[in-house]
């Protein structure tokens, strides 16, 4: 389970994020296609990321589910792509500012 302020990184690239929301289930955040660690733990050896995920994560970008329970800043860009479950999360959109009359 995911918990608010953990910091997670990857298995197969150099890709760190902080959990910024971490919601209620009971999920697994993955970079490449496998589980990630907290910084304590030492990553398993010769692991690359799998096909499909392998998209790339950007530096002080927030990434989050499709309804918005689950959201990540990644602190370190890396190789791999980052999901929950198996499925990708995107990118967070920022918001629009109100028009000016």
Request: contains cysteine; charged residues 15%.
């Amino acid at each position: 389970m995911l918990k608010t302020g953990a910091r997670l990184q990857s298995q197969v690239c150099s890709t760190q994020v902080i959990i910024v929301r971490a919601g209620s289930a009971d999920v697994a955040l993955q970079c490449g296609g496998y589980p990630m660690l907290e910084l304590s733990e030492t990553p398993a050896e010769g692991l690359t990321a799998a096909a499909g995920f392998a998209e790339g994560t950007a530096i002080g970008k927030r990434y989050v589910n499709a309804d918005g329970t689950v959201e990540v800043l990644a602190t370190k860009a890396g190789a791999g792509s980052l999901a929950l479950d198996g499925t990708a999360l995107t990118l967070k959109a920022a918001k629009p500012l109100p028009s000016s009359d």
